[in-house]
């Protein structure tokens, strides 16, 4: 089935292609402050990188070093400490500092887990309903979008507190389904899909139906295909929220076990005060930066598209 | 021609499946939405510590918020001067980058990379690396800048009246990627002709700026807008992480107390989990009242 042209309204450039601006000639130094600002976003980046790069003895210098003099591996992982004996200028790194299984690698283990199973399952229910919404004439369905979308101007904190009840009741705090089944529902992605389902026309479905298609079935094979440019921007979203996701895993999680990568950190910083430890610390951070960097480099298209389609086409 | 009992018979079987797809949804938006909802604003009324079963108390907690809680006075003072200058400073430099990185080239493309970043990377990360710049030592990488000026090192996460200016540096710096991405967009959908007819008609390119992009990019300046301040209201991890102190969540002084973490405080630390709902409530108003100003909502529902 020919699904391109249909694609067409989020695959096409959210505008036509811009010539250059009026006064562009000009706009060298007009710009000449925003490069100098560029630089100000690349410093604490570096900084980080090096500071993860600098050993133990380097990192508290006067003046600090602006390429690591020494080069090391150690603060992820440092051969020379022992728990028994004190080494000089050896701590522990960052792969040493939790009494978990694998150290530092539980917590991105179980940072893969949570995000890949509340986008994949937020996505498929929120499709659902969108389909439903859009293309089914149930009755009450005004009603349930207008609930749902009422829902966005809540701000999520405010049901953080019962939230927090619910879960000590069912016995799911310290556990997947904490993180994972309270954050399937999505009312800003079901809003999203519905959007874009509106631009598909209802024909396709008709079409389906006559050959005698189930709802699940047309659901599966011919919706979601479709959706696919919005899954993706969606999913960008998601995957993003709930890799640096803190407030509510914070509250959740009790055990070591359990943490996801930003309440490791955070703990990583209230166990360990003092500048000799901001070696492991950085190594963290790079760690929990790295993979949301990589993705959005990646997919960097399909997220400004949504970004701007979100936000501006609503 | 099938019989009116078969044609109704066939709706119930349609729509019956319709509300089972539609079920996962709302099963799990009612159960962990709209019912935590409704529990926290019962839950505002009441006094109770998570152990035992919670007390009504009317209007004690809003009462001793509004009028008693010093804290809470400080930290919503504290909130709104964050808000404000955050927002305000955030969405000129967003427009700024926009107007100085629009075009298609990769200069262009770079410069929005880079602004973009922060958005993208790990906020924890980010935080404890703010922590680690502005750490009071010599070496710290700011103590080490002043140190080029001559300055001497400065304790800047310990003197109150440097709180909320870092903590409004850190959101700017983090922020204003977002916005330019924003105002790039609405940018391009500015048709060219505008400018040529202005140009023509002898406008300046102040005048340009200031009578046509200006005007029309008033929709995307409501959004960055509305969307910075509910954003703002929210902050949490930058208190948490670079200003808490042993026993304190706020920084020193409570110089950087604000809603969220005073809910946070009072909600997981203290264990009031009532007075906790009702600090979520205001927050609640606030950020409705906010949301209202935005027009999506409305938009969106003119579209079903």
């Known amino acids: 089935m020919a699904t391109a042209p249909l694609t067409a309204p989020v695959t096409a450039p959210p505008a036509a292609p811009r010539r250059p601006r009026s006064g562009a000639r000009r706009g060298g130094l007009l710009r000449l402050p925003f490069y100098l600002l560029s630089l100000t976003m690349i410093a604490p980046f570096y900084w980080m990188l090096i500071t993860v790069f600098k050993p133990v003895t380097e990192i508290d210098r006067q003046p600090p070093s602006f390429v690591p003099e020494h080069p090391t591996l150690n603060n992820f992982h440092d051969p020379g400490y022992s728990p028994t ?8 790194g960052l792969f040493q500092r939790f009494q978990v299984d694998f150290g530092f690698g539980r917590f991105m283990f179980n940072s893969l887990v949570i995000t890949v199973a509340i986008t994949v399952g937020s996505l498929l229910i ?14 009450g369905r005004r009603l349930i979008f207008l609930m749902i979308v009422a829902s966005m101007m809540v701000p999520w904190q405010t049901t953080l507190v019962p939230t927090y009840v619910i879960m000590r009741n069912l016995g799911w705090l310290d556990t997947y389904q904490g993180y994972i089944v309270p954050a399937l529902a999505k009312a800003f992605v079901l809003f999203f899909l519905v959007q874009f389902l509106h631009s598909i026309p209802d024909e396709l479905i008709q079409a389906a139906r006559v050959d005698g298609a189930g709802e699940w079935r047309i659901w599966w094979r011919i919706v979601l295909p479709l959706l696919r440019p919005a899954l993706a921007a969606m999913s960008i979203f998601i995957v993003l929220a709930e890799w ?28 360990f005060v003092g500048a000799q430890h901001q070696g492991a610390i950085m190594a963290g951070g790079l760690l929990a930066s790295l993979p949301s960097i990589v993705f959005f480099l990646a997919f960097q298209r399909y997220f400004t598209r949504g970004i701007v389609l979100s936000g501006l086409k609503g | 021609m099938a019989t009116p ?4 018979r066939h709706r119930w079987r349609r729509h019956g ?32 510590d998570g152990v035992t079963a919670p007390q009504f108390a009317g209007l004690e907690n809003f009462r ?22 955050s927002v305000g400073i955030g969405t000129l430099l967003s427009l700024g980058l926009a107007l100085a990185f629009s075009g298609p080239g990769w200069p262009h493309r770079v410069m929005r990379t880079v602004f973009f970043l922060p958005s993208v990377t790990s906020s924890i990360a980010l935080m404890l690396l703010w922590k680690w710049i502005f750490n009071p030592g010599d070496f710290g990488l700011a103590n080490t800048v002043v140190g080029w000026f001559g300055g001497r090192a400065v304790e800047w996460l310990a003197t109150p009246g440097l709180t909320i200016p870092i903590l409004v540096l850190m959101s700017v710096w983090g922020g204003m990627g977002y916005g330019m991405v924003l105002y790039v967009a609405g940018l391009g ?13 002898g406008a300046t390119p102040w005048q340009q700026f200031r009578r046509v992009t200006l005007p029309l990019l008033r929709p995307v300046t409501t959004y ?38 005073y809910l946070y405080d009072q909600g997981f630390t203290h264990f009031k989990l009532g007075y906790a709902s009702a600090i979520a409530w205001v927050l609640f108003l606030i950020i409705f009242a906010l949301s209202m100003v935005n027009l999506r909502i409305g938009r969106a529902l003119k579209e079903l």
């Open chain 2, 64 to 85: 001793r918020l509004l009028f008693d809680d010093d804290r809470f006075r400080h930290a919503l003072g504290n909130t709104f001067l964050y808000v404000v200058a």
């Open chain 1, 244 to 271: 640096n996701n803190f407030l509510w895993p914070l509250i959740l999680v009790q055990s070591d076990e359990m943490a996801n990568i930003p309440v490791a950190l955070a703990r990583l910083n209230s166990y």
């Open chain 2, 5 to 8: 009992a078969a044609v109704s």
């Open chain 1, 85 to 92: 004996q004190v080494n000089p200028g050896h701590l522990q």
């Open chain 2, 189 to 201: 959908s500015i048709p060219q002709e505008y400018y040529e007819a202005a140009r023509i008609d």
């Open chain 1, 126 to 139: 929120a499709s659902l309903a969108a389909y439903v919404i859009t293309k089914h004439r149930v009755p």
């Open chain 2, 224 to 261: 960055v807008v509305v969307t910075g301040l509910i954003g703002a209201f929210q902050v949490f991890e930058a208190v948490y992480i670079v200003f808490r102190g042993t026993n304190n969540i706020g920084g020193v002084l409570d110089s950087g107390l604000m809603i969220v973490p």
């Open chain 2, 17 to 48: 499946t319709s509300y089972l797809m539609l079920l996962p949804f709302l099963a799990l938006f009612a159960g962990f939405l709209v019912w935590p909802l409704a529990n926290s604003l019962y839950l505002s009324f009441t006094k109770f």
